[in-house]
C-alpha cells in the first residue's frame, strides 16, 4: 500500500466523519431550540402571516431567511468540502473542510412595525475541522480548532413607503483573534465596515454584502513581521423563489487581501445553490446544498472549487421589545 495515498485519505475520511457527526448535532438541537424558547403569537411583527408558523408559511420563511436584514432569529450552519491548490502543492488538489456557525440575532432597537429601527447581530464563528497546509516540499499538512470570529452589526433603519422592497444596512464589523493556532488565524484584531443593500419581491431576492477590516494593536506571537490586516470579504446572493418552498440562488463570498503579493489578491467564486424549507417536528428549517468553483484564485495556494450544506433552523426571538422604547 502506498503510504503516500493513504496518508493523504486520511484527513478527507475524518473529515467526512465529522461532517456528518455536526450535522447529525444540529439537527438533534432543533427540539431544543424550540422547547427553550417557543414561539410568541402575541408579538408577531406587522409583515408576518400566521399560517403555521410565526413567520409565515414555509415560503415566507424561506424568503426572509435569504434577506439579511430580515426580523428573524435563525442557527445558520454551513458545513464545507473546499478543495485547494496552487504553485505550493503543483496543482494538486487538498480538500479541505470546516463548519461555521453563524446565529442570525434581530435586535429592535426603537419603534415599531414599519417605524422600527433594528441591529442585526450576525457572529460567524468558523471550526476548521481539516484545515489544509502546504509545507513547501508538496506534502500538505493538516490543523483543526477554531479560526478568527467575525462580529458585524447591521443597523438596519426604517424603510419609506416609497422603497418597500429596499435591503439596506450599514454598521461595524470586527475580526476577533480567536484562532486556537497560528495557522488559523492573523492573531491580531480587525475592524471596519460592513454595509448591505438589495432588493427583495415575492419572486426574488438580490443583494449584496460587502465588509473591510484594516488592522489594529499588535500581532500577537506573530510578531512585528506580518504586516496589519487590509482585507475584504463580499457575499453577493441572489435567490428565485419556487413553488413549495423551494428557491434556487447564489451566494459566493468574493475575498480580497491587499497585503497579498501580485497573483495572490482575489478569489472570485461563482456558484450555484437549490434551497428547501420545511419542518423538522414543529421548528422551521432551511436546508441548502450548493456548489462553487472559483474563476479567479491566488496563484500559490488558494480555494478552488466548494461544496457546501447549509442547515438553517429557525428559534424564536429571545429580545421582542425594542431596547430604547418607542413601541
Not at 471550526?127 to 467575525?150: H, K, V, W
Amino acid at each position: 500500500m502506498n503510504i503516500d495515498n493513504a496518508r493523504s485519505r486520511e484527513p478527507i475520511s475524518s473529515m467526512m466523519a465529522a461532517l456528518l457527526l455536526a450535522a447529525l448535532a444540529s439537527l438533534c438541537l432543533l427540539p431544543l431550540t424550540a422547547l427553550a424558547h417557543p414561539p410568541d403569537h402575541d408579538h408577531i411583527h406587522h409583515d408576518q402571516v400566521d399560517s403555521g408558523t410565526e413567520h409565515g408559511s414555509m415560503a415566507d420563511v424561506s424568503q426572509k431567511l435569504s434577506d439579511p436584514t430580515a426580523t428573524i432569529w435563525a442557527l445558520f450552519t454551513e458545513f464545507d468540502l473546499n478543495f485547494n491548490n496552487g504553485n505550493a502543492t503543483g496543482g494538486n488538489d487538498d480538500v479541505g473542510s470546516l463548519m461555521n456557525f453563524q446565529p442570525i440575532l434581530p435586535v429592535p432597537l426603537y419603534g415599531e412595525g414599519k417605524d422600527q429601527w433594528k441591529m442585526i447581530v450576525r457572529p460567524a464563528v468558523p471550526i476548521q475541522f481539516a484545515a489544509p497546509r502546504p509545507d513547501g516540499a508538496e506534502n500538505t499538512n493538516y490543523d483543526s480548532g477554531i479560526a478568527d470570529i467575525l462580529f458585524p452589526l447591521l443597523v438596519v433603519p426604517p424603510l419609506s413607503e416609497s422603497h418597500p422592497n429596499l435591503i439596506f444596512g450599514v454598521g461595524p464589523t470586527f475580526v476577533i483573534p480567536t484562532a486556537s493556532k497560528v495557522q488559523l488565524g492573523r492573531r491580531q484584531w480587525q475592524a471596519g465596515a460592513a454595509g448591505v443593500v438589495g432588493w427583495k419581491t415575492k419572486d426574488y431576492t438580490v443583494g449584496i454584502f460587502p465588509q473591510y477590516f484594516w488592522g489594529v494593536g499588535g500581532r500577537g506571537d506573530q510578531g512585528s513581521s506580518i504586516e496589519n490586516a487590509s482585507s475584504m470579504n463580499l457575499l453577493y446572493f441572489a435567490y428565485w423563489n419556487l413553488p413549495n418552498a423551494w428557491q434556487i440562488g447564489v451566494n459566493p463570498v468574493i475575498t480580497y487581501d491587499h497585503k497579498a503579493s501580485r497573483g495572490n489578491k482575489w478569489n472570485l467564486p461563482l456558484g450555484i445553490g437549490f434551497t428547501k424549507t420545511t419542518k423538522v417536528g414543529n421548528q422551521p428549517v432551511k436546508f441548502q446544498f450548493g456548489v462553487e468553483y472559483s474563476v479567479v484564485s491566488q496563484d500559490d495556494y488558494g480555494k478552488r472549487a466548494l461544496i457546501k450544506l447549509n442547515i438553517i433552523p429557525v428559534i424564536g426571538g429571545l429580545i421582542q421589545n425594542p431596547i430604547f422604547g418607542g413601541g
